[in-house]
């Protein structure tokens, strides 16, 4: 056992973008360092689809062409659901995922911050360089407007769409949507200040990774995306549907610092209220929450009720993002509250 608790970090200068993993397997990952140039190559890149041994978290694109998206996600919601903070870095063009636009580099990273009060901050960084490495640290993000810490302890295991972390196993929630969730639940600490207004809470946190051969939002039609910590348990539901119509569930659910299940297909996710259809449509409106329901075997049947509060992100009729409020636990046992963060992208 290299630490007790895996922690994570990131720290973000003005100009070079360094993530800092650290903490899972510590002592059997090799400390390797990627540098993400803010350019782009000519050409076929190598994506990595079934794992090995390469640490979580590494990029699994052997460089960034035109049209290859890949990102790494970090989340936080306060408890009382007043308060969160996102920050996404990206290496990607414009033409590989559309909504980060063009920043003139390769390396952007994407901060929102959610204020008590229900304003949104949003402010979107260029990098001239990303540098991917395996080490120990604090986390400091520092940039023009921005400032202060956002740092992530896990209290549940790494995973990968439908397996736990262990080489020969998929690396594809579905067809060229590359996903591997290092830390599916944590307690987060943030400590911001976007431009004089101190932002802070202790909350629940979470980090994850994307990445695909093609534009993210050519690949997919449509998916819900969530997670929540609801008493003991940990629950992350990735629920897509395929161009061909296929729909591949993710089912991710732990507690008490073990997984119960990581799994294909073991859950349902469910919309309820205003625009409940499902699976959704491009131009479809916002359902008022999802119902999620993952069959843990002998421990029984989990049940959470997902109801939005606060809109983080939008891009009307395409994508929503929400602070939302969990309800739920055990069919038949004790029922627990939680803070969630969840999505839909509704693309055809
Ligand atoms: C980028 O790499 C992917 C994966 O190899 C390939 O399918 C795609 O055609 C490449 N894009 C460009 C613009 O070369
Ligand atoms: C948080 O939200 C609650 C309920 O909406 C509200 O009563 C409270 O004043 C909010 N806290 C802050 C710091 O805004
Ligand atoms: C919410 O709080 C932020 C930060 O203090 C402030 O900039 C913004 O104007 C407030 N919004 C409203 C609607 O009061
Ligand atoms: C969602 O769950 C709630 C609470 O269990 C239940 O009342 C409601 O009927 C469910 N809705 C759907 C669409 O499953």
Same mark, same amino acid.
């Given at each position: 056992?290299?630490?007790?608790?895996?922690?994570?970090?990131?720290?973000?200068?003005?100009?070079?973008?360094?993530? /800092?993993?650290?903490?899972?397997?510590?002592? !059997?990952?090799?400390?390797?360092?990627?540098? /993400?140039?803010?350019?782009?190559?000519?050409?076929?890149?190598?994506?990595?689809?079934?794992?090995?041994?390469?640490?979580?978290? @590494?990029?699994?694109?052997?460089?960034?062409?035109?049209?290859?998206?890949?990102?790494?996600?970090?989340?936080?919601?306060?408890?009382?659901?007043?308060?969160?903070?996102?920050?996404? @870095?990206?290496?990607?063009?414009?033409?590989?995922? *559309?909504?980060?636009?063009?920043?003139?580099?390769?390396?952007?990273?994407?901060?929102?911050?959610?204020?008590?009060?229900?304003?949104?901050?949003?402010?979107? =960084? +260029?990098?001239?360089?990303?540098?991917?490495?395996?080490?120990?640290?604090?986390?400091?993000?520092?940039?023009?407007?921005?400032?202060?810490?956002?740092?992530?302890?896990?209290?549940?295991?790494?995973?990968?769409?439908?397996?736990?972390?262990?080489?020969?196993?998929?690396?594809?929630?579905?067809?060229?949507?590359?996903?591997?969730?290092?830390?599916?639940?944590?307690? +987060?600490?943030?400590?911001?200040?976007?431009?004089?207004?101190?932002?802070?809470?202790?909350?629940?946190?979470?980090?994850?990774?994307?990445?695909?051969? %093609?534009?993210? =939002?050519?690949?997919?039609? !449509?998916?819900?995306? &969530?997670?929540?910590?609801?008493?003991?348990?940990?629950?992350?539901? @990735?629920?897509?549907?395929?161009?061909?119509? $296929?729909?591949?569930?993710?089912?991710?659910? +732990?507690?008490?610092?073990?997984?119960?299940?990581?799994?294909?297909?073991?859950?349902?996710?469910?919309?309820?209220?205003?625009?409940?259809? @499902?699976?959704?449509?491009?131009?479809?409106?916002?359902?008022?929450?999802?119902?999620?329901?993952?069959?843990?075997?002998?421990?029984?049947?989990?049940? %959470?009720?997902?109801?939005? *509060?606060?809109?983080?992100?939008? $891009?009307?009729?395409?994508?929503?993002?929400? /602070? !939302?409020? +969990?309800?739920?636990?055990?069919?038949? &046992?004790?029922?627990?509250?939680?803070?969630?963060?969840?999505?839909?992208?509704?693309?055809?």
């Amino acid at each position: 056992m290299a630490h007790s608790k895996p922690h994570y970090s990131f720290f973000l200068l003005s100009h070079v973008l360094i993530a /800092i993993f650290c903490g899972v397997n510590a002592s !059997s990952i090799p400390s390797t360092t990627r540098i /993400i140039p803010s350019t782009t190559v000519t050409g076929p890149v190598t994506v990595q689809t079934v794992s090995d041994n390469t640490p979580i978290n @590494f990029p699994k694109l052997s460089a960034v062409n035109d049209t290859t998206p890949e990102f790494w996600f970090f989340a936080a919601v306060s408890p009382d659901l007043n308060a969160s903070a996102t920050v996404t @870095f990206f290496t990607t063009t414009e033409d590989g995922f *559309e909504f980060v636009g063009d920043s003139g580099s390769v390396d952007t990273v994407l901060v929102q911050i959610t204020f008590p009060n229900g304003t949104s901050f949003s402010t979107e =960084l +260029a990098a001239s360089e990303a540098v991917i490495t395996s080490s120990t640290g604090d986390l400091t993000d520092t940039a023009d407007d921005v400032s202060g810490s956002i740092s992530i302890t896990a209290i549940a295991p790494p995973h990968y769409p439908f397996s736990p972390v262990e080489p020969g196993q998929t690396l594809e929630v579905a067809p060229n949507l590359g996903w591997e969730n290092a830390v599916p639940g944590a307690t +987060a600490n943030v400590k911001v200040n976007i431009q004089g207004t101190p932002v802070e809470f202790t909350g629940i946190g979470y980090q994850d990774h994307n990445w695909s051969p %093609a534009p993210f =939002l050519s690949i997919f039609s !449509s998916y819900y995306w &969530g997670l929540t910590q609801l008493g003991p348990y940990t629950l992350v539901w @990735f629920d897509v549907f395929d161009l061909s119509g $296929v729909e591949h569930v993710s089912s991710y659910v +732990a507690a008490n610092g073990a997984i119960i299940v990581a799994e294909k297909g073991s859950n349902t996710v469910v919309p309820f209220g205003a625009n409940d259809e @499902f699976p959704p449509h491009a131009g479809d409106g916002d359902p008022t929450g999802f119902n999620i329901t993952v069959d843990l075997g002998k421990e029984g049947i989990l049940e %959470a009720t997902v109801t939005a *509060e606060v809109v983080l992100a939008e $891009v009307e009729g395409l994508f929503t993002r929400w /602070i !939302s409020k +969990a309800e739920g636990g055990i069919k038949g &046992g004790t029922q627990y509250e939680g803070p969630a963060m969840n999505e839909e992208f509704r693309l055809t």
